[in-house]
């Protein structure tokens, strides 16, 4: 995983060095990986369809060897064969997109948190800057590494920097004192060596006059709590409204939904693939709400193009169904 992490990451970054956009690449990079992709899932649908086909079939068999599990396999296998299809034919492209997402979250992380220190360590040797001009903006999200959340400050505030790995640390700001925007590099050996870093600046620094401001929370709604148990606070400058989160979860069912009324299934399947609703619709609420907002417009992204790819594929399918359908007629 960390080698298709690597590479995605590249990639994003040779796209941007393109485009000076990152919100921008992001979408542009996500279209393009799908079209990648897109002929599999054609396959792929294809087969499904197919597989959706043979359900009376298949049930015939399942009544008529219900007794017989070894025969009825063998039956199974030889209807797919006869009619060309696979059982896992549906399969691989949902592992695929599984697999692109994960790396993709992974990568995203990483280049957030790279980000994020660039953002601090030149806003600490350079406090007279104005922050909005070191942060990454889209639309109504002033800082794209920050959660699309008003719950989120724009700047980088103590406990997100704490999550970076003391190796980005140094790396980052190896490249800003080559660039002569700070004195020289960090030098961590080690977390233990960050956290003292984090402790004995980072953190004075983040409560001090010039960083502070920016990370205020609205005044009698810094300390909220569910139950005693969630606690946040709504800040004077959020990061954004919730609106790649929700997009998320909204496409996501959209999505999904159109996956099953495309598919004929048994009460089973029609119940696992609710399940499975419920599970993305839970991962796209909580990757998109708490990490950073450029892994959120990629969901969203993906999931819109998902969408479209599936109406295109209906009508491809639809207009191949109305020719073979005319080539019968005729004798064909």
């Not at 700070?182 to 060596?193: C, K, M, S, V």
Request: net charge neutral; hydrophobic share 45%; aromatic share 12%.
């Amino acid at each position: 995983m960390s080698v298709l992490n690597s590479l995605l990451l590249t990639a994003i970054k040779g796209l941007y060095s393109l485009i000076n956009n990152y919100a921008l690449t992001i979408i542009l990079f996500t279209v393009i990986i799908k079209l990648l992709v897109a002929p599999l899932n054609l396959k792929s649908r294809r087969s499904t369809m197919r597989m959706s086909t043979l359900q009376p079939k298949m049930q015939e068999l399942q009544a008529k060897y219900k007794d017989d599990q070894e025969k009825l396999n063998q039956k199974m296998q030889e209807l797919y064969k006869k009619e060309g299809v696979s059982p896992m034919g549906g399969c691989l492209p949902m592992i695929i997109s599984m697999v692109i997402l994960f790396a993709m979250f992974y990568a995203l992380r990483t280049f957030a948190n790279e980000q994020l220190v660039r953002q601090f360590l030149t806003f600490y040797h350079h406090p007279e800057m104005d922050p909005h001009t070191l942060v990454e903006p889209f639309f109504w999200i002033k800082n794209l590494w920050m959660p699309d959340s008003p719950f989120a400050t724009f700047m980088p505030d103590v406990q997100s920097l704490q999550m970076v790995e003391y190796s980005v640390w140094n790396t980052v700001s190896e490249s800003l004192a080559a660039a002569g925007t700070i004195p020289e590099a960090l030098n961590f050996t080690g977390r233990d060596a960050m956290m003292t870093y984090i402790n004995d600046v980072v953190t004075p620094f983040i409560a001090s006059d010039v960083y502070a401001p920016h990370i205020a929370p609205v005044a009698g709604l810094g300390n909220l709590s569910i139950l005693g148990l969630i606690r946040f606070s709504i800040f004077k400058e959020g990061n954004g409204f919730f609106v790649l989160p929700l997009l998320s979860m909204g496409t996501q069912v959209i999505m999904q939904k159109m996956t099953m009324s495309n598919t004929q299934m048994d009460a089973n399947q029609a119940n696992s693939q609710k399940t499975m609703i419920y599970v993305m619709l839970f991962m796209s609420l909580y990757f998109c709400a708490t990490y950073n907002s450029a892994f959120a417009l990629y969901w969203v992204v993906a999931n819109i193009y998902a969408i479209a790819e599936q109406i295109v594929f209906n009508k491809y399918f639809e207009q191949q169904d109305r020719k073979a359908a005319k080539a019968e007629e005729v004798g064909i």
